[in-house]
């Protein structure tokens, strides 16, 4: 038998580095509003979906960015929320991130689709922040959210995982708006 | 600001390219008996939980095989459909599968758990054939499934994906059972 494919790899754009300011992450907004500047420097550099994400540790530390890589990467895994997840806990050397006791949070710019909703339950995450809603998604852009348990949110605080959204939910909504402009790629 | 983590890889042990026989792989439950083969070798090496997928085209033939990588990559994201989806899809070139006008089936010795069940609904898959239940995986495991939405079979189904389970389930909760017999650390 030919060999099946046996490598599979994620690089991040190097531009993702200029994105941070000099912070403080100290609150839910600054967190909300870098995972949103992620989502807009997406778009602009034609990289795909106008989706960031960005892992902060227990000291507002930023742990690992994740922006939207579905396209480049040939990989429909690639949203922003598992980029951060795969490149946080491969770099950490464990699975499950708050297994070192500390306690992380994801901000994300957009409500995770129920792929990276379901990764949420497996990444060692403490707290999930969310800006625009599904409802935003689908109604400014091409992009489905696909199906999500009724309670999505209860299911997630249930497992210790505690949900804040609609943060900067208006400035999220812009960057989704830009990209339905721009005539998109339905992905 | 220190650079974020920038590379994600996964490689996929050589053994598994072992694992598949002549076939021919022309029914379900030869799909799925190959799946269950491969988690069954996947706890015989020691590489983590007793999970095995396969991505098979219209014409029977091995497309990704992918089982359970997390802990020795590292991610929660390695489940064993999340590494056939990766390998597959990033062989092909597009995030995709059956953009390409063909069809394709997974094959995976249990339930996809909630992350798993997300990203076949974005793979590019037509098929989903599953050997164990959810509630076996609980029941012989210490592996929890995360929610899923109630009517997850229909929400498939609507999008397009055919579902067949219960097939070889026997089988399936044998290597479960066996993996359950290893007490085996939860994670």
């Not at 403080?24 to 870098?34: F, Q, R, V």
């Not at 050397?93 to 992380?104: A, E, H, Q």
């Not at 969310?130 to 199906?147: N, Y």
């Amino acid at each position: 038998m030919t060999p099946v494919p046996g490598r599979f790899s994620i690089e991040l754009p190097d531009w993702v580095n200029q994105v941070p300011g000099p912070g403080p992450y100290d609150s839910d907004e600054a967190k909300i509003s870098l995972a949103i500047e992620l989502s807009r420097r997406n778009i602009e550099h034609g990289e795909g979906g106008p989706f960031g994400a960005v892992l902060f540790d227990d000291a507002d530390r930023i742990v690992a960015i994740g922006v939207n890589q579905v396209l480049p990467q040939s990989s429909s895994t690639a949203h922003a929320e598992m980029v951060a997840f795969m490149l946080a806990q491969q770099a950490a050397g464990r699975p499950r991130l708050n297994d070192d006791g500390r306690r992380y949070t994801l901000a994300t710019s957009s409500q995770p689709c129920c792929q990276c909703y379901g990764a949420c339950v497996w990444a060692g995450i403490d707290t999930l922040l969310i800006g625009a809603r599904s409802e935003d998604v689908m109604a400014l852009t091409p992009f489905d959210e696909g199906p999500l348990p009724a309670d999505w949110r209860g299911e997630l605080e249930r497992r210790g995982i505690s949900v804040r959204s609609d943060i900067a939910r208006d400035e999220a909504c812009s960057v989704l708006a830009e990209y339905g402009r721009r005539n998109p790629p339905r992905y």
